[in-house]
């Protein structure tokens, strides 16, 4: 197996020749800006007006790798998430008023209060599996979900999410060497924040990349940019291919990092001031703007109009979550085992 | 009625369900080729192909999440785990991922699977494969808990719990896969959560699960010969815990003894104990006895495994504590 194939950057002029229409780059755009507006508007309920409480773990600055990897499945392909699921459960469709009512810890919420932050991307309905608060361990589970739609034999795959520090667990080695031997229909997408908590990637992985070690497994692998939704878009759209045509898993390693810290309390300061800056420098949907007015496929005003509708979106999604009643307590049992 | 081993009675239990639910599939070390290292398995690679019966790497932390997710990707998945040892190394699959989906989803998912399991205490294995630790699993709601001391009951249980829509841990007594007991033939299922009662008596009740049944059994025996009678109830399923049955019991005999294989701190005698004293504490005559392992590990000299292993013997010993 050759060495991980790193996705070149795509000049804005070529996206018609790579089969990326204005709409799909303009419904990236709007997963990226949707996300980043409600991690916003969460991070002020925590931070400023102490209306949630618990951790939380925000998608701010990784928003490309959610909408450029989810946004080349099909409507009926999967996913697993993770406890920075925020961004994974938009980018899949989940509405904004069931994600903010779980936040709240609501009755209306996508786990009806019973999940939270950590688990909010659970949402089956849109086809957004799980939602693991325990690192690594949605490794081996993504591979079972793999099984199953291999099994189903209707060229569905699946697609999981986990971080640089995952990668270090031994769930993850299980899992994926056992999705190498069963060729399941897996798209393993590492978000490469370059941190778990504050340990550095650079120190904990002993590798020469995240991506480097699906060759001990045979698994086919590629590096993407992860703050450029269209470099992580067609890695995984290759990636989709390959699994949806029997040629098994893909490990895709995106590049990106937190604008902030690990959690909504942490304010990321051991990381250097110059690291920071480079990176900010970097924001993904700046970056996609940029190129869209430069490719002469969108215009301010259209950013202006999604600005504005995600803005009403996410202030409903508050108004809905904090009307929205609590599940009452002696209800609790008959959620324990399914009757 | 016809006699089949404890084994081949899980294996027909896997070859009916199979037979009549394609969703199910099994995975896990050598149960392909190698047909299981006790023989459960044993033809049905042949019969199924390797798309259901899957031999795995040695990674059973993949083993239980890969069941996991095939659970949730539409499947029935059928794990084993050579040896419950083996479960410490997968108990993040099984405890804080699947016995928690349904929950923490709101009801939502459904993570309907088996772990299948043995204990082999009593074969000479040693500390680190003769563990028997089934109390971990009921202090984790969400899970089914099921131990089969005999081969109607492993058939049965086993179908029961591949057509649970609920995570079961499916635990066996590597001790009893050769006994031979009656199984009718055709399709039968023992429901989870009701105690076979297997015998009665009026002066003592002996609560007994998996291996050690047959202990309680032949201690009954002995005891009656001195004139004491006991029912013998065996719960067959600890989550959930028949306990009305054991009550009625206690309330009739006023003695309880609770046998099992664990050791005794923290284990099913003291979980049934304490359930009995919050119910029917006005019932006792006497203090409630535990016959289970001492709280060490396992010795590997035969001599003193058989020492440290509960055993009629020591059953007999309590109830005459009791009935003295």
């Known amino acids: 197996m050759s060495s991980s194939k790193s996705i070149q950057p795509v000049s804005h002029t070529d996206y018609a020749k790579h089969g990326l229409t204005r709409q799909t780059l303009l419904d990236m755009l709007r997963k990226m800006i949707e996300i980043r507006r409600f991690e916003e508007r969460v991070e002020r309920l925590f931070l400023q007006e102490g209306a949630l409480i618990g951790p939380s773990h925000l998608y701010l600055g ?59 991307a659970i949402y089956p309905e849109k086809g957004s599996m799980y939602a693991t608060a325990i690192v690594g361990s949605g490794v081996p589970i993504a591979t079972g979900v793999g099984l199953g739609l291999q099994r189903e034999g209707k060229r569905r795959v699946v697609m999981t999410f986990f971080g640089d520090g995952a990668t270090n667990t031994g769930a993850f080695h299980e899992g994926i060497n056992l999705a190498s031997v069963w060729k399941v229909p897996v798209i393993f997408v590492c978000e490469n924040n370059m941190y778990a908590m504050s340990t550095r990637a650079d120190y904990a992985v002993a590798a020469e990349s995240v991506a480097a070690r699906a060759q001990a497994y045979k698994m086919r692998s590629a590096v993407a940019d992860g703050n ?49 800056e ?4 970097r924001d993904p949907i700046n970056g996609l703007e940029a190129r869209l007015l430069k490719a002469n496929l969108a215009t301010q005003s259209d950013f202006e109009k999604i600005e504005k509708e995600v803005a009403a979106e996410v202030e409903e999604s508050v108004t809905f979550a904090r009307a929205s009643p609590v599940l009452p307590f002696d209800q609790l049992a008959k959620y324990v085992y399914v009757m | 009625m016809p006699e089949l081993t404890y084994a081949d009675a899980l294996r027909e239990a896997l070859r009916e369900e199979m037979l009549r639910d394609p969703r199910v599939v099994l995975m896990g070390e050598e149960i392909g080729v190698f047909e299981g290292v006790y023989k459960v398995t044993r033809g049905l690679l042949k019969e199924f192909g390797p798309e259901r019966v899957r031999d795995t790497p040695i990674s059973e932390a993949a083993i239980a999440g890969a069941a996991v997710g095939a659970a949730l ?82 058939k049965g249980l086993l179908k029961a719990a591949i057509r649970e829509d609920n995570p079961v841990v499916f635990i066996e007594s590597g001790m009893l896969y050769r006994i031979k007991g009656p199984v009718p033939d055709g399709e039968y299922v023992v429901p989870l959560g009701q105690c076979d009662v297997k015998k009665t008596g009026s002066d003592i009740t002996i609560v007994a699960v998996s291996r050690t049944v047959t202990e309680a059994l032949a201690a009954a025996m002995k005891l009656e010969e001195q004139g004491i009678t006991a029912d013998v109830i065996d719960p067959r399923t600890i989550q959930p815990l028949d306990l009305a049955t054991i009550l009625e019991s206690v309330r009739k005999t006023g003695r309880l003894i609770i046998a099992s294989d664990d050791v005794k701190c923290g284990g099913i005698g003291s979980e049934i104990a304490a359930q009995v004293v919050e119910e029917a ?44």
């Open chain 1, 62 to 120: 990784e928003e490309a790798v959610a909408a450029g990897a989810i946004g080349a499945l099909n409507e009926n392909d999967l996913i697993t998430s993770t406890y920075r699921g925020h961004g994974h459960a938009i980018a899949k469709g989940v509405p904004m008023n069931p994600l903010m009512a779980e936040l709240f810890g609501k009755a209306t919420g996508t786990c009806k209060g019973l999940g939270g932050s950590m688990h909010v």
């Open chain 1, 228 to 276: 450029d939704p269209v470099s992580v878009y067609l890695a995984a759209r290759e990636a989709i291919d390959a699994a949806r045509n029997g040629q098994g898993p893909t490990l895709l390693e995106c590049v990106t990092y937190k604008l902030h810290g690990h959690g909504v309390y942490d304010k990321g300061d051991y990381r250097p001031e110059e690291e920071v």
């Open chain 1, 278 to 281: 480079a990176w900010l420098k």
């Open chain 2, 73 to 154: 990707g539409g499947l029935k998945p059928v794990a084993e785990i050579m040896y419950m040892d083996f479960l410490t190394i997968c108990l993040d699959q099984i405890a804080t991922n699947a016995a928690k989906m349904h929950f923490m989803s709101g009801g939502k998912l459904r993570v309907p699977f088996v772990l299948r399991t043995q204990y082999s205490l009593g074969r000479v294995h040693g500390a680190q494969h003769s563990q028997f630790f089934p109390s971990i699993f009921f202090q984790v709601p969400g899970l089914k808990v099921v131990l089969p001391s005999t081969p109607y009951d492993a």
């Open chain 2, 281 to 324: 504490f006005d019932s006792l005559d006497a203090p409630i006895l535990r016959v289970a392992s001492p709280d060490m590990p396992i010795p590997f000299s035969p001599t003193l495994e058989q020492a440290y292993m509960p055993n009629a013997q020591k059953i007999i010993e309590a109830a005459k504590k009791l009935v003295g």
